[in-house]
T-cell receptor
Framework: DVKVTQSSRYLVKRTGEKVFLECVQD?????MFWYRQDPGLGLRLIYF???????EKGDIPEGYSVSREKKERFSLILESASTNQTSMYLC?????????????????FGPGTRLTVT | AQTVTQSQPEMSVQEAETVTLSCTYD???????LFWYKQPPSRQMILVIR????KQQNATENRFSVNFQKAAKSFSLKISDSQLGDTAMYFC?????????WGAGTKLIIKP
């Protein structure tokens, strides 16, 4: 079974802190994704990576950065946390790189990290 | 811009009933893929069913089936003989260029 793990289920941070969210997958997937999930808005893509050291901005990259130094690990960084970044953060992986015309491969999700910034 | 719309924020049905969740999308692409994902309470998101746009036949997975209307850009999910374990958020998603566009979700509650 594909397993995607996230470093924390719940996290509480103060405004201005630097926050690291870690994601690890164990199936040698090329693609990894970071989403933010908010009620009524569905999932919004923050960043994705289709290979080591490669990253692409998603729909809402402002205030976030990412790092992928190893294939299995994808980190999301909040450089200076703000209260409007309070949310559920989901990591996902899938087994194919950039594909024009779309992909039928499913994305495998981690359990999520509920981040509260006070 | 490509968008996905789920017009039903919340639905509830009795156990064993059939329920249909609606999804519409907007794209100018011709080749793409559509998905329904399920997120049970406090559990991980999992894939329910997928449909390739060039396939005429509607996808089915056990009690789950879709009604794919390409011209109308509609992709509804039908759950037959609903079970308590079907209680979850259901998300419709669209993939045309290596990333998924997601709907806002429908919260489905199955009542005993």
């Amino acid at each position: 079974d594909v397993k995607v793990t996230q470093s924390s289920r719940y996290l509480v941070k103060r405004t201005g802190e630097k926050v690291f969210l870690e994601c690890v997958q164990d199936m040698d997937h090329e693609n990894m994704f970071w989403y933010r999930q908010d009620p009524g808005l569905g999932l919004r893509l923050i960043y994705f990576s289709y290979d080591v050291k490669m990253k692409e901005k998603g729909d809402i990259p402002e205030g976030y950065s990412v790092s992928r130094e190893k294939k299995e690990r994808f980190s999301l960084i909040l450089e200076s946390a703000s209260t409007n970044q309070t949310s559920m953060y989901l990591c996902a992986s899938s087994p194919v790189g950039v594909v024009a015309g779309g992909s039928s491969y499913e994305q495998y999700f981690g359990p999520g990290t509920r981040l509260t910034v006070t | 811009a490509q968008t996905v719309t789920q017009s039903q924020p919340e639905m509830s049905v009795q156990e064993a009933e059939t329920v249909t969740l609606s999804c519409t999308y907007d794209t100018s692409e011709n080749n793409y893929y559509l998905f329904w994902y399920k997120q049970p309470p406090s559990r991980q998101m999992i894939l329910v069913i997928r449909q390739e746009a060039y396939k005429q036949q509607n996808a089915t997975e056990n009690r789950f089936s879709v009604n794919f209307q390409k011209a109308a850009k509609s992709f509804s999910l039908k759950i037959s003989d609903s079970q308590l374990g079907d209680t979850a958020m259901y998300f419709c998603a669209f993939d045309s260029n290596y990333q998924l566009i997601w709907g806002a979700g429908t919260k489905l509650i199955i009542k005993p």
